[in-house]
């Protein structure tokens, strides 16, 4: 029994480290490249806590080393769905009623590994995994992954705390429940921060979770549910279960016990689920709760009075940071044609010196895209704008599979602002820029604020004051996260809690109280102290 009112420790985002050459750090992340590599992981499905081999497998393949295999994972199907679903609805009898303080604790304890003994692995399993330079898996599995863990302990210290009044003869409090049945948490390629963040935060709030992961990330998510177990995880809180998305996913929209769906991918995949879920609301317990955060085709806005060295900087690093296969990467840009001609020279320039290849070759700022699928569908992008009128390719625009999926960091200049590039999300290393007249500033911005159904990131570069908030009101519903005079990426959590709406998701801001919400089924007490003993009230009686 506990009674006390436990007080959680302050949040501080964790510290990226720097990798200098002859550090510790960077030493101890080129043994764990050099381990992982030299051994081929079996990965099962983790259900209750039992490893299940289905013999249905996949690879778990290098991107910028295509030939290269670190991984067979076995694959859930129907009958392993209904085997998790048991395992998590027998194991939510204990979850849920163990005190918060010692839920909390196990994620507190994961965050403690995760940026300490593991710091290493994680980072190494996302660089080979997702092809991530050493300075973005360090951001990503080390720094955000870590954030999110601490962040969300603090979010439901906040939420616990928040009480309605009580007057005179009356008690009033709020129980934060957690849902009624499981979560599916189904989580992309991109960022193994993501996944984590999917299947802890609805378990933190006291959720039983069925955690999918991207079919391309199963490696690193792998790495993740490991620590999660090594933390202390209870058996069945979260089962793991990769898979083919329409085998998992069509059994677990058919059960009866989906309470929500945290989710992070591609717009049309979302919006099947949520059609389904629609289509089936009389057969489930309780309306599910669905979060998702899924495409952008997000901006770079720039006015005359715009600093063109930051501009160029921020062009390359909203774009080419980890290949553009950020949720957030800025992949359309509106530059004024006064800017033009100094922003296109430096461009060229800055670019031609960007080295792209093997990441772990500690020198090179660029990997390769993800897999065969994207590296395709991206080069098929370029094609378009090669063979074009209306498009001029300033610099990039190679392609080569041959080692593993490179792709150049590509820009491409366009005379019409509805072209294809312009609109349609690449998700790769490609950016498209429309030169405005000066004189039709205000247009431009009304015409960037109509051109995509997306509302993730847009940034605005400017020096006149007056011209930036012209700028942040015209474009108020195109971002769910804005910048000013900076790149479209890089979110903290704490900072700038993440997430766009219209087609961009549910903007339920990952790493906010915002989120932990959703995970979460207010119960309201009132205890009366001042009895009723008659059922007349005094106005009645005359």
């Not at 990798?19 to 080129?30: D, H, N, T």
């Not at 041959?402 to 366009?414: A, C, D, H, K, M």
């Not at 704490?494 to 989120?515: C, E, I, M, Y």
């Amino acid at each position: 029994m506990s009674n006390s009112m436990s007080k959680v420790m302050e949040f501080e985002n964790e510290k990226i480290l720097e990798y200098l050459p002859g550090s510790r750090e960077r030493e101890e992340l080129k043994k764990a490249l050099k381990d992982l590599k030299e051994e081929i992981l079996e990965i099962p499905l983790i259900i209750g806590g039992r490893e299940i081999r289905t013999e249905n497998t996949g690879q778990c393949i290098m991107p910028h080393d295509n030939k290269k295999v670190i991984a067979k994972y076995h694959m859930a199907d129907e009958a392993e769905v209904k085997m998790a679903v048991n395992a998590a609805l027998e194991a939510k009898k204990d979850w849920e009623r163990l005190p918060w303080e010692h839920r909390a604790a196990i994620f507190m304890r994961a965050a403690e590994l995760a940026s300490g003994s593991w710091r290493a692995k994680l980072n190494a399993a996302t660089m080979l995994c997702q092809s991530k330079t050493f300075i973005q898996a360090e951001i990503d599995s080390a720094c955000e992954l870590t954030d999110f863990l601490r962040y969300n302990v603090r979010c439901l210290y906040e939420l616990y705390g928040e009480q309605p009044m009580s007057l005179k003869g009356s008690w009033n409090r709020t129980e934060y429940r957690p849902l009624e049945g499981f979560v599916f948490a189904v989580s992309p390629f991109n960022f193994t921060a993501i996944g984590c963040n999917l299947a802890a935060a609805p378990a933190i709030s006291g959720n039983v979770v069925l955690w999918k992961p991207a079919s391309n990330a199963v490696y690193s998510a792998y790495m993740v549910f490991k620590l999660l177990q090594e933390a202390g995880l209870p058996d069945g809180v979260i089962n793991f279960i990769p898979g083919k998305g329409g085998n998992v996913g069509d059994a677990v929209l058919a059960d009866e016990n989906l309470a929500g769906i945290h989710f992070t991918g591609s717009t049309e995949v979302f919006r099947d689920m949520w059609k389904t879920v629609g289509n089936r609301l009389d057969l489930y317990r309780t309306f599910p709760r669905l979060v998702g955060e899924t495409g952008g085709k997000n901006y770079i806005f720039a006015h005359s009075s715009a600093d063109v060295e930051a501009l160029t900087a921020s062009i390359i690093r909203g774009a080419f940071e980890y290949q553009g296969q950020k949720c957030s990467a800025a992949s359309r840009g509106y530059i004024p044609k006064s800017l033009w001609p100094e922003l296109k020279g430096r461009l060229i320039e800055e670019l031609g010196t960007i080295k792209a290849g093997n990441v772990e070759d500690f020198n090179n700022f660029m990997g390769a895209v993800i897999d065969r699928h994207s590296f395709n569908a991206i080069k098929g992008y370029i094609d378009y704008a090669r063979d074009s009128v209306e498009a001029e390719i300033i610099s990039g625009g190679n392609c080569d599979d041959s080692v593993g999926y490179f792709i150049e960091p590509t820009v491409i200049v366009v005379k019409d602002p509805h072209f294809k590039t312009m609109e349609e999300e690449i998700f790769g290393p490609v950016v498209t820029l429309y030169i405005y007249e000066d004189k039709a500033f205000e247009d431009t911005l009304e015409l960037c604020g109509k051109t995509s159904q997306y509302g993730l990131t847009g940034a605005i570069f400017g020096r006149d004051r007056y011209a930036l908030v012209k700028m942040e009101e015209e474009l108020m519903h195109t971002a769910g996260n804005f910048y000013i005079n900076d790149k479209p990426t890089g979110a903290v959590v704490g900072q700038q809690p993440f997430g766009g709406s219209r087609a961009s998701g549910t903007n339920d801001k990952a790493g906010s109280k915002l989120n932990m919400l959703r995970w979460i089924c207010p119960r309201v007490i009132k205890e009366n102290f001042d009895y009723v003993l008659d059922y007349r009230y005094e106005n009645n009686i005359e």
